[in-house]
Nanobody, 122 residues
Framework: QVHLVESGGGLAQAGGSLTLACAAS????????MAWFRQAPGQEREFVAG????????LYADSVKGRFTISRDNAKNTVYLQMNSLKPEDTAVYYC???????????????WGQGTQVTVSS
C-alpha cells in the first residue's frame, strides 16, 4: 500500500495559478501510475489528470485540458498538478491516487491521499 500526502492547495483568484504536489511514501519495483481527482460538495469524485509510471503517458479531463499539467519526479516520489487559468468551477477538494494504470474511474484506485482544498474566487 502506498501512503500519499497532498499539499499546495489554497485560495486563488479566477485566472490565477496553483501547483499541487503529492508525495508518495515508497517506490515499488513495478512502479505505479498516479492520478488527480477532485470532488466538489454534493458531487461525485471526478478524474482530473493521470500520468504513467515513467511519465510518457498522460491523460486529462476535457474540462482541464490545456489549463492543467500533470508531471512526476520519481526520484522524489512526487507527482505535481500545475493548474493555470483557474476558474471558480475548479473549486473542490483535490485528491491524488496511485494505481497500476491510469484509470478515470475513482473506484479503480486503492490508495488515496487525504485531499487538499482548492478554492477559486471570481
Amino acid at each position: 500500500q502506498v501512503h500519499l500526502v497532498e499539499s499546495g492547495g489554497g485560495l486563488a483568484q479566477a485566472g490565477g495559478s496553483l501547483t499541487l504536489a503529492c508525495a508518495a511514501s515508497e517506490r515499488t519495483e513495478s512502479g505505479y501510475a498516479m492520478a488527480w481527482f477532485r470532488q466538489a460538495p454534493g458531487q461525485e469524485r471526478e478524474f482530473v489528470a493521470g500520468v504513467s509510471w515513467r511519465g510518457e503517458n498522460t491523460l486529462y479531463a476535457d474540462s482541464v485540458k490545456g489549463r492543467f499539467t500533470i508531471s512526476r519526479d520519481n526520484a522524489k516520489n512526487t507527482v505535481y498538478l500545475q493548474m493555470n487559468s483557474l476558474k471558480p468551477e475548479d473549486t473542490a477538494v483535490y485528491y491524488c491516487a496511485a494505481g497500476s494504470l491510469i484509470y478515470t474511474n475513482y473506484r479503480s484506485y486503492r490508495d488515496w491521499g487525504q485531499g487538499t482544498q482548492v478554492t477559486v474566487s471570481s
